[in-house]
């Protein structure tokens, strides 16, 4: 199991290790509801070291990532940020990326567990004139979140972030080494991604924690960072979309640009001519249980008809919340499916949006 | 109901009195699952066998069997989990009992262990 340069420091702070992606982290420090609040409430920190970082640079930087990524990055401009996903030839997704424009090339962050298989895809359809790194194993991230986020970030790196709009970055030195700053998360809080050399993980997340203490920042482990995004209703790879799931199925059409040329293009175009068979649709429980990954989605008439990718029990709303593939007929907000929830069948309503206001 | 309470190996804890033995699960397990936000509970008059799952306890991220420790049949639930299953964080051994289940004959406790043998076997989990 690899490790990140912060496990002693999970360790010290009574996080729950779990494996993930090959790499020991923590799931939870003094509990998941607790930290899932601190972040909708003042500000958490994440050991996001885990993900993946792989560099693209050189004189076809541009067309490789255009051919892999169902979204247009010729438009980016050095400091701007973009969410895509590569797509296969059937256009199903082969994971769910940003894509950096740095000054040298992309830096494409990608899920942990897919890094090895982007890499392999990637160096097996790299254009003319590029080269690709892989620099995962030397960078770590730290993830600020949380409606405090800005001046603590502010406090440990003596920037202002004001200037900082979402999806977009800065590349401010620390102590005299580059790092890479940019105003992104997945909570559905503004916050901020610290990309930054191994060597410096123990002091920068010692910093955090200790301008934090004001804030009442916490750290927080990976079972917050799931209900976080699943309220935010951002899609998780594994869960909410796979290689046998598109990114119009996703709902996530509007990174889909079908005017250029990229793997999977014929076959999301022909999907959209013919109709969505299935979209993924956010639902609440009208009757009580919680609706997990694998659950099936059934009509009111009790036809089963889906299956549910991702739920919990919200923490912020207190209430369960759900996500899963129907029947795009079926998929309109206000319309009300039922969850099978072990023996007993539960009602729910779809909604528009994220869950929260 | 008062008296000593007996572990099992999968971390319930049983209350016996006469041929009725409550049934609910151990600080150290109520720990592990983290803020319990939903309690499945079987219906007064279910019959459970010893080992089966008969109710259902959900944590924001998990969702975890309760196993019957004894043969029988439910005679009493623990109706207030249903609105506050933080009972059983909150007081695992009292107030977040889950059920009573009463049994034919005395109630098989032989291979149940008591506090301190549990308390060893908590070392070795």
Not at chain 2, 97 to 112: F, K, R, S
Request: glycine share 10%; proline share 5%.
């Amino acid at each position: 199991m690899k490790q990140t340069p912060l496990t002693a420091k999970h360790r010290a702070l009574g996080g729950r290790m779990i494996e993930y992606a090959g790499f020991e982290m923590p799931v939870q420090y003094t509990g998941l509801v607790d930290e899932h609040l601190t972040v909708r409430s003042k500000v958490g920190i994440f050991d996001l070291t885990h993900m993946g970082e792989l560099e693209l640079t050189g004189p076809g930087a541009l067309a490789t990532v255009n051919f892999l990524g169902c979204n247009d990055a010729s438009q980016l401009q050095v400091g701007e940020i973009q969410y895509t996903c590569l797509t296969n030839e059937r256009g199903g997704i082969i994971d769910d990326i940003l894509v950096y424009r740095t000054e040298q090339g992309f830096l494409l962050v990608v899920n942990a567990a897919n890094t090895a298989k982007d890499r392999a895809w990637i160096e097996q359809h790299l254009q003319p004139e590029t080269e690709l790194v892989d620099r995962s194993g030397e960078l770590s991230l730290i993830a600020i979140q949380g409606p405090k986020s800005a001046p603590l970030v502010e406090e440990v790196l003596g920037l202002s972030t004001e200037g900082l709009k979402n999806y977009t970055f800065v590349e401010p030195t620390y102590k005299g080494v580059k790092v890479l700053l940019s105003r992104t998360g997945y909570t559905g809080e503004d916050g901020f991604e610290l990309y930054f050399p191994n060597a410096f993980a123990e002091e920068l997340w010692d910093a955090f924690l200790a301008h934090g203490e004001k804030y009442g920042v916490k750290p927080i482990g990976l079972g917050a960072r799931d209900t976080l995004r699943l309220e935010a209703r951002m899609p998780l790879y594994g869960n909410d979309i796979d290689e046998e799931t598109t990114p119009l199925e996703a709902g996530l059409g509007r990174f889909v640009k079908l005017h250029k040329d990229f793997i999977g293009r014929d076959a999301l175009q022909q999907q959209k001519e013919a109709g969505l068979q299935r979209k993924l649709v956010a639902f609440t429980m009208i009757d009580k249980g919680i609706p997990r990954q694998g659950y099936p989605v059934l009509t009111l008439e009790g036809e089963e008809v889906g299956v549910v990718t991702s739920g919990t029990h919200s923490p912020s709303l207190d209430h369960p919340i759900g996500m899963g593939y129907v029947p795009a007929d079926l998929a309109k907000p206000e319309n009300e499916i039922q969850v099978q929830i072990r023996k007993k069948l539960a009602r729910a309503r779809i909604i528009k949006g994220r869950f929260l206001a | 109901m008062s008296g000593k309470l007996l572990y099992t190996k999968e971390h319930e804890w049983v209350l016996v009195k006469d041929n009725i033995v409550r049934v609910g699960i151990s600080d150290y397990a109520q720990n592990e699952l983290g803020d319990i936000v939903f309690v499945d509970l079987p219906s007064v008059g279910d019959t459970v066998e010893e080992g089966e799952g008969f109710a259902v306890l959900e944590s924001v991220k998990a969702v975890s069997d309760v196993y019957a420790p004894v043969s029988g049949r439910v005679v009493a639930v623990n109706e207030e989990l249903e609105d506050s299953p933080e009972l059983i964080n909150e007081s695992p051994l009292d107030k977040g009992w889950i059920v009573e289940i009463e049994v034919d004959g005395p109630a098989q406790t032989g291979d149940l262990m008591n506090e301190q043998e549990y308390a060893e076997y908590l070392k070795g989990v």
